[in-house]
């Protein structure tokens, strides 16, 4: 057997705000929320419908490439898409249930160490529990037990393959040059290849000392960096030929060519790389003699006739072994050319000093309200799994608490569960990958560790931040606007701290537009508001009661909250605990309600205190009428300009600018309503060039994209009906005039869907039935728009 195995490794971080919840808005991601956002859309949504295109540039054919790959499904990714993007999780879902038709019930998602720690970084205990965690993750999203799990970064040493052995893990992944010898098994003599010339074309068995053993893939190192690094994804068909042609010339036994990437590879570092990987698995897939696998078919094909002893403390991406994650080792990303990684010494001492001060006490406590605190603790990943519904929360301490526990011993254990699950958390490995503390991973883990602290202070008088900050005073920082990490911490850490008056505050202001808070929506808190005193006018005021639970800890209390917001930068918060309403009434009747919520407040906060993303989501509410505005004071002004206009007097700049934005809205407004008189839009439009006014394209665009998935959604949902589909013809006209930039993914998804359906009216229509006819041209037409081959 000949064959070839594709394996992405499909992994983002922990990016939630560790007291929400939920991402916070990420300007580097930009114009998309977060980095999630931005990758989904640029590399894992598309790979579940990568384009083929024709030699016409038609769009032939659309591939679900997790269906013909090897994948790492990492939880900490999988979690946010099933949240966030349940289409695309389900799309992935779906394809590994067809891999496992394909590749003889094996299927192509392995599972992930819980949240990419650095596995020879970490202690056992929390060895133990990342494989736990990963594996109870990988089981309840697909339904199987993993056959494979992925050693973030490749980083492995003994006692970690032990730690996926006794769970039942059969094989991992790693680099060539992370093997140290080889030999046939039941031979004496090792031979050294640990200048990577390890034979990548086996699976290797390695035995453990506990007796256990694994099977290890060693990948093609050259080909995957070509991949990763090169320019084969450059043509998918090349990419094939390289994988093909790396096949010895002896053909009396079974081989397995097979590289490991990062997956982002495919469409977020390499535009269009979904699409060349769904041609080279095409241009596979067509030949006789080599067939595409996965790991686990290929395995139960064909065991191990060799064994491997591993490198350890060795990595895919460090050439110093795992020097990255603790020390300045010279790696780095090479966006910043001359900057020191002096930083990741002591931010590896703080967390780490956090983890072994915690663990103890944190056993200690646990022991005295549970049965067994490991196996609670390795158990609790049902809880998060579940968002610590009530149901979970009962059949957890039903199971480790068997002689019973009180209300006060629950809120304890499940803040002590917390406190450890961000204490893992916070050793996550992009931490110490990039160039400074400063970046999003830095920041994160020092939230995660924060967080951790908090609760640890809360539970058992623990207190750790002093001593955390003292040792960031020794990591320099390479951003010139701080001087050390402590810096950092005060002013990109402390501030994301919320306890639950700042949640109750954000809640207020939250419901003052009609809003969920993110903490209600990501889960983790149940949060109840009650809002008798309520004024949207000019100025928006509301007044009432929250009740605020946190179901990760258990803890929760009532509060007193009042909002008075007269504008982004003019905003009052109070918070207090429930005093009755004798201050909503000093409040509402006050003529200066934002002195009123001060005084009678004992936490108050202003436009400064709010989070990024509470600026970002009261913005984007009221951004819409800034716009009604503008065209309010054109109307009014209309006349004048007009007047103005007939005597040959030049219009003042401003009314210049107010004609523009009207004319813009105009055209916006016959976009939504789907271009039902093109000739008006092209008359508009033309006017708009001539008097050099330039509309927002990208405003433009953006609403002419919903417009026309709109419309496809509508001709799938009426399946005889050509109206919708001639709408799509006409938006996609109107946008050649300027030309727009077309967002057309989803649009294009579902007129593939419907080509069945459009080779079934061509039949009708061939024996006369002219509504068949209209709407076999229509949807002819409106495919043609959108790039999409229908014969």
Same mark, same amino acid.
């Given at each position: 057997m000949r064959a070839v195995c594709i394996h992405g490794h499909f992994y983002q971080p922990p990016r939630e705000n560790p007291w929400l919840g939920e991402v916070g808005v990420q300007r580097s991601a930009a114009p998309y929320h977060d980095w999630n956002e931005r990758v989904t859309a640029e590399c894992y949504a598309p790979n579940t !419908?990568?384009?083929?295109?024709? &030699?016409?540039?038609?769009?032939?054919?659309?591939?679900?490439?997790?269906?013909?790959?090897?994948?790492?499904?990492?939880?900490?990714?999988?979690? #946010?898409?099933?949240?966030?993007? =349940?289409?695309?999780?389900?799309?992935?879902? &779906? %394809?590994?249930?067809?891999?496992?038709?394909?590749?003889?019930?094996?299927?192509?998602?392995? !599972?992930?160490?819980?949240?990419?720690?650095?596995?020879?970084?970490?202690?056992?205990?929390?060895?133990?529990?990342?494989?736990?965690?990963?594996?109870?993750?990988?089981?309840?999203?697909?339904?199987?037990?993993?056959?494979?799990?992925?050693?973030?970064?490749? %980083?492995?040493?003994?006692?970690?393959?032990?730690?996926?052995? %006794?769970?039942?893990?059969?094989? +991992?992944?790693?680099? *060539?040059?992370?093997?140290?010898?080889?030999?046939?098994?039941?031979?004496?003599?090792?031979?050294?290849?640990?200048?990577?010339?390890?034979?990548?074309?086996?699976p290797y068995l390695?035995?453990? *000392?506990?007796?256990?053993?694994?099977?290890?893939?060693?990948?093609?190192? @050259?080909?995957?960096? &070509?991949?990763?690094?090169?320019?084969?994804?450059?043509?998918? /068909?090349?990419?094939?030929?390289?994988?093909?042609?790396?096949?010895?010339?002896?053909?009396?036994?079974?081989?397995?060519?097979?590289?490991? @990437?990062?997956?982002?590879?495919?469409?977020?570092?390499?535009?269009?790389?979904?699409?060349?990987?769904?041609?080279?698995?095409? !241009?596979?897939?067509?030949?006789?003699?080599?067939?595409? +696998?996965?790991?686990?078919?290929?395995?139960?094909?064909? =065991?191990?006739?060799?064994?491997?002893?591993? /490198?350890?403390?060795?990595?895919?991406?460090?050439?110093?072994?795992?020097?990255? #994650?603790?020390?300045?080792?010279?790696?780095?990303?090479?966006?910043?050319?001359?900057?020191?990684?002096?930083?990741?010494?002591?931010? /590896?001492?703080?967390?780490?000093?956090?983890?072994?001060?915690?663990? *103890?006490r944190s056993e200690e406590a646990l022991a005295l309200l549970v049965r067994d605190p490991a196996e609670a603790r390795d158990n609790a990943v049902d809880l998060v799994l579940a968002r610590w519904s009530d149901e979970s929360v009962a059949a957890f301490f039903s199971r480790h608490a068997p002689g019973g526990i009180d209300a006060e011993g629950r809120r304890r254990a499940l803040s002590l569960l917390e406190a450890e699950r961000q204490a893992m958390l916070m050793q996550t490995s992009c931490g110490w990958f990039f160039d400074d503390i400063t970046e999003p991973g830095g920041v994160q883990v020092m939230r995660h560790a924060k967080r951790a602290m908090d609760i640890a202070r809360q539970a058992f008088g623990l207190d750790l931040e002093a001593r955390f900050v003292e040792i960031l005073r020794r990591a320099p920082v390479n951003d010139p606007r701080y001087a050390t990490g402590a810096e950092?911490?005060?002013?990109?850490?402390?501030?994301?701290?919320?306890?639950?008056?700042?949640?109750?505050?954000? +809640?207020?202001?939250?419901?003052?537009?009609?809003?969920?808070?993110?903490?209600?929506?990501?889960?983790?808190?149940?949060?109840?508001?009650?809002? =008798?005193?309520?004024?949207?006018?000019?100025?928006?005021?509301?007044?009432? +009661?929250?009740?605020?639970r946190c179901r990760a800890t258990g803890e929760e209390a009532l509060f007193d909250a009042a909002v008075c917001f007269s504008g982004i930068d003019r905003v009052v918060i109070g918070v207090r605990e429930d005093g009755g309403g004798e201050a909503f009434w000093t409040v509402w009747e006050s003529s200066d309600p934002a002195g009123a919520i001060a005084g009678a407040f004992s936490r108050v906060y202003t436009a400064p205190d709010l989070s990024d993303e509470e600026r970002w989501t009261i913005a984007r509410e009221i951004a819409p009428g800034i716009g009604d505005a503008v065209c309010?004071?054109?109307?009014?002004?209309?006349?004048?300009?007009?007047?103005?206009?007939?005597?040959?007097?030049? %219009? =003042?700049?401003?009314?210049?600018?107010?004609?523009?934005?009207?004319?813009?809205?105009?055209?916006l407004a016959m976009i939504g309503e789907g271009c039902p008189d093109p000739g008006l839009f092209y008359a508009l439009a033309e006017e708009m060039r001539a008097g050099s006014i330039e509309p927002d394209l990208a405003a433009l665009g953006e609403a002419a994209s919903r417009r026309i998935t709109f419309a496809l959604r509508a001709a799938a949902a009426r399946p005889d009906d050509p109206a919708p589909l001639e709408e799509v013809s006409r938006i996609v006209g109107c946008a050649k005039i300027f030309p727009l930039l077309l967002a057309l993914w989803e649009s294009q998804n579902i007129c593939v869907g419907m080509r069945g359906h459009y080779a079934e009216v061509r039949e009708r229509a061939g024996r006369g039935d002219g509504g068949a006819e209209r709407w076999t041209e229509a949807f002819g037409r409106a495919a043609a728009c959108l790039g999409v081959r229908v014969t």
């Amino acid at each position: 057997m000949r064959a070839v195995c594709i394996h992405g490794h499909f992994y983002q971080p922990p990016r939630e705000n560790p007291w929400l919840g939920e991402v916070g808005v990420q300007r580097s991601a930009a114009p998309y929320h977060d980095w999630n956002e931005r990758v989904t859309a640029e590399c894992y949504a598309p790979n579940t !419908a990568a384009r083929i295109l024709d &030699d016409d540039g038609m769009i032939e054919e659309l591939v679900n490439n997790y269906a013909r790959i090897s994948f790492t499904a990492a939880p900490t990714l999988f979690a #946010w898409l099933e949240r966030h993007r =349940p289409d695309i999780y389900g799309a992935i879902l &779906d %394809a590994d249930r067809e891999s496992r038709e394909r590749y003889g019930g094996h299927g192509s998602a392995i !599972a992930c160490c819980y949240n990419h720690v650095i596995m020879p970084l970490a202690a056992r205990r929390d060895k133990r529990a990342q494989v736990a965690w990963g594996v109870r993750d990988f089981a309840s999203r697909f339904g199987r037990e993993p056959e494979g799990m992925w050693l973030p970064e490749t %980083a492995v040493d003994i006692e970690s393959l032990e730690a996926l052995a %006794a769970a039942g893990i059969r094989f +991992t992944i790693l680099a *060539p040059h992370q093997a140290a010898g080889v030999r046939a098994i039941g031979e004496d003599g090792w031979m050294d290849v640990s200048g990577g010339g390890v034979e990548t074309r086996m699976p290797y068995l390695c035995r453990l *000392p506990s007796g256990r053993s694994i099977a290890v893939f060693f990948y093609d190192g @050259t080909i995957a960096r &070509d991949v990763a690094f090169g320019d084969l994804l450059s043509d998918g /068909r090349r990419l094939a030929d390289r994988l093909t042609g790396a096949f010895s010339r002896e053909r009396g036994r079974p081989e397995l060519v097979h590289i490991a @990437t990062d997956a982002e590879t495919y469409g977020h570092h390499r535009e269009f790389g979904e699409m060349a990987l769904a041609r080279c698995l095409r !241009a596979i897939e067509a030949h006789r003699d080599i067939r595409l +696998t996965v790991y686990g078919e290929y395995l139960a094909a064909h =065991p191990p006739t060799h064994e491997a002893l591993v /490198r350890e403390e060795t990595s895919w991406s460090c050439a110093h072994g795992i020097e990255r #994650w603790r020390g300045e080792c010279g790696c780095h990303t090479g966006k910043e050319l001359g900057w020191s990684q002096a930083w990741r010494g002591p931010l /590896r001492e703080a967390i780490e000093m956090v983890r072994d001060a915690l663990a *103890p006490r944190s056993e200690e406590a646990l022991a005295l309200l549970v049965r067994d605190p490991a196996e609670a603790r390795d158990n609790a990943v049902d809880l998060v799994l579940a968002r610590w519904s009530d149901e979970s929360v009962a059949a957890f301490f039903s199971r480790h608490a068997p002689g019973g526990i009180d209300a006060e011993g629950r809120r304890r254990a499940l803040s002590l569960l917390e406190a450890e699950r961000q204490a893992m958390l916070m050793q996550t490995s992009c931490g110490w990958f990039f160039d400074d503390i400063t970046e999003p991973g830095g920041v994160q883990v020092m939230r995660h560790a924060k967080r951790a602290m908090d609760i640890a202070r809360q539970a058992f008088g623990l207190d750790l931040e002093a001593r955390f900050v003292e040792i960031l005073r020794r990591a320099p920082v390479n951003d010139p606007r701080y001087a050390t990490g402590a810096e950092v911490y005060d002013v990109l850490v402390r501030p994301a701290a919320a306890d639950l008056p700042r949640i109750a505050a954000g +809640t207020a202001l939250y419901a003052l537009f009609g809003l969920d808070h993110p903490a209600a929506a990501s889960g983790i808190y149940d949060v109840a508001g009650d809002w =008798p005193y309520r004024l949207n006018a000019k100025e928006r005021r509301i007044l009432g +009661t929250v009740r605020v639970r946190c179901r990760a800890t258990g803890e929760e209390a009532l509060f007193d909250a009042a909002v008075c917001f007269s504008g982004i930068d003019r905003v009052v918060i109070g918070v207090r605990e429930d005093g009755g309403g004798e201050a909503f009434w000093t409040v509402w009747e006050s003529s200066d309600p934002a002195g009123a919520i001060a005084g009678a407040f004992s936490r108050v906060y202003t436009a400064p205190d709010l989070s990024d993303e509470e600026r970002w989501t009261i913005a984007r509410e009221i951004a819409p009428g800034i716009g009604d505005a503008v065209c309010a004071v054109y109307r009014d002004a209309m006349p004048t300009i007009g007047a103005l206009d007939d005597l040959g007097i030049p %219009a =003042p700049g401003a009314a210049v600018r107010l004609l523009a934005h009207a004319r813009a809205e105009r055209l916006l407004a016959m976009i939504g309503e789907g271009c039902p008189d093109p000739g008006l839009f092209y008359a508009l439009a033309e006017e708009m060039r001539a008097g050099s006014i330039e509309p927002d394209l990208a405003a433009l665009g953006e609403a002419a994209s919903r417009r026309i998935t709109f419309a496809l959604r509508a001709a799938a949902a009426r399946p005889d009906d050509p109206a919708p589909l001639e709408e799509v013809s006409r938006i996609v006209g109107c946008a050649k005039i300027f030309p727009l930039l077309l967002a057309l993914w989803e649009s294009q998804n579902i007129c593939v869907g419907m080509r069945g359906h459009y080779a079934e009216v061509r039949e009708r229509a061939g024996r006369g039935d002219g509504g068949a006819e209209r709407w076999t041209e229509a949807f002819g037409r409106a495919a043609a728009c959108l790039g999409v081959r229908v014969t």
